[in-house]
């Protein structure tokens, strides 16, 4: 079985979000009960240095600033002992910088939330529809059709996706898996799917 199959039996459309309890750059732990007022949310597992997580940063900048009714929440779970560019303090300076703009960016310290979700690289979008029993997973895929840092999209899946969402019609889309760097896994914490 690939990695890719293995992901999407992990959690698949119309599953709930595993919850979390995550401290934030801004100083506050946060779960998805803090998001509840939304109609969906754009988890994306992503980080400080990759390239390709770096040139996606406007495209959730703009998604966070243009989707009132969607919380983009960054989660970035990469091993901070071995590449120091993702620090939590590093994280901070980006926020306090205004290079992220997400409503939320939130430290894994211990890679269980990217496992539980199936993550596998940075950027690794999962969007969730509110439901009356909690976010349900509708859409599990790349952001956009640049797939390495410097092209520019020419089609925008994640926006198309959202738009269904807020629309209430069904996500007409394939997963496509997302390219990016793989996540920095701490040494023995590597996932069963990995």
Known sequence: MSVEESIRDRLGEGDEAPEFSLHGVDGGTHSLEDFSDNEAVLIVFTCNHCPYAKAKMPVL???AEDYEDVAVIGINPNDADEYADDSFEKMKKLVEAGEIRYDAYLRDEDQEVAK???AVCTPDPFLFKQEKDGFRLVYHGRLDDALD???EPKEHHMREAIESVLAGEPIEMDFM???GCSIKW???NEPDYW
Do not use: A, D, F, L
Request: glycine fraction near 20%; hydrophobic fraction near 5%; aromatic fraction near 6%.
């Open 61 to 63: 900048n703009s998604i």
């Open 116 to 118: 539980e979700y199936g």
């Open 186 to 188: 701490k040494e023995g």
């Open 149 to 151: 840092p410097g092209e």
């Open 177 to 179: 898996p997302s390219r």
